[in-house]
């Protein structure tokens, strides 16, 4: 197994992140949480039994994964370097403006399109919550994904396919490590369809562009990461139904979603020509004869 890590740490990454959540995710997907094939119930944490039914099987995949196949692959300078993008916090305060007002000025603008400027100015008790709950997400959902998708996966994966080609293979893989918990209350099972199953992976491919982008920019700093992630996740569970009560369903505030991650993921794409803000690294260019070598850009 551990050749087989080394020769291909991508692919083991994939591998052991889906194979690893999902197993730990089947007691909360076949219990009364579920399919009720089980008859017995995950109890409330906060208000929800996703911390106890989801969260165990989101970090034994993504962050455990990329730790191991990292610690296997490159060692202990490898989980060095890994560790240290996890770590990167000092970042102009501009990209936590973007990052934690931007998000949630994209989804407030998005709604107010698509509820014909229908809005209600969210309670104190919104206002109240919105930070809290947004420090729990970093903890939680930031944590334990993304330290897998992007410092681990993307950062390898755009030395080989460039930015693009990489963003365009992780959306869809991204996607379709969440589709089991669409059998969960997580998903609005029983009540969940395919058409919104398939906006949620559509929605993950198109965000993924802005992310890329934002983790280009940043100098590949993970915490900016996962803020961007938490935050979409953090307005639309604590603010947006209280905002907008004439989209407040599932598969309307799926549409709100992806119709803003799709405008962000466009913007992207023409302001940046398809870059993403990546820069390749630089690559040693073979000494001549009496000179040093050089690197170039």
């Given at each position: 197994m551990a050749v087989f890590v080394r020769r291909r740490p991508l692919l083991s990454f994939?591998?052991?992140?889906n194979l690893l959540s999902w197993v730990a995710?089947?007691?909360?997907?076949?219990?009364?949480?579920?399919?009720?094939?089980?008859?017995?119930?995950?109890?409330?944490v906060l208000g929800t039994s996703q911390l106890l039914g989801m969260l165990p099987g989101a970090y034994l995949g993504p962050i455990f994964?990329?730790?191991?196949?990292?610690?296997?692959?490159?060692?202990?300078?490898?989980?060095?370097?890994?560790?240290?993008?996890?770590?990167?916090?000092?970042?102009?305060?501009v990209w936590y403006l973007v990052t934690a007002v931007g998000v949630p000025a994209a989804i407030i603008a998005t709604g107010l399109a698509m509820s014909d400027g229908e809005v209600t100015f969210p309670p104190a008790a919104v206002l109240v919550a919105y930070l809290p709950s947004l420090l729990l997400q970093m903890v939680t959902t930031g944590l334990a994904e993304e330290p897998g998708w992007r410092d681990f996966a993307l950062a390898r994966m755009q030395r080989r396919f460039g930015a693009l080609g990489s963003t365009i293979i992780l959306g869809p893989l991204w996607g379709l490590w969440h589709l089991p918990l669409f059998l969960s209350?997580?998903?609005?099972?029983?009540?969940?369809?395919l058409q919104r199953i398939l906006e949620f992976v559509a929605f993950c491919c198109t965000f993924n562009v802005v992310v890329t982008w934002v983790f280009n920019r940043t100098g590949q700093s993970l915490p900016l990461i996962m803020l961007l992630h938490v935050s979409v996740n953090n307005f639309m569970s604590v603010a947006f139904t209280e905002m907008f009560p004439t989209l407040a369903t599932p598969e309307l505030a799926s549409r709100v979603t992806l119709l803003a991650g799709t405008t962000g993921a466009v913007l992207v794409l023409i302001a940046t020509r398809g870059r993403l803000g990546y820069r390749p690294p630089a690559e040693p260019v073979p000494a001549v004869a009496g000179t040093e070598a050089v690197t170039t850009r």
């Open positions: 994939f591998i052991l992140a995710w089947l007691p909360y997907i076949l219990s009364r949480n579920g399919t009720g094939v089980l008859d017995f119930e995950f109890p409330a994964s990329a730790y191991l196949v990292t610690r296997i692959a490159e060692g202990k300078e490898g989980v060095r370097r890994w560790i240290g993008r996890m770590t990167k916090w000092r970042v102009s305060w209350e997580w998903g609005g099972y029983p009540d969940v369809s």
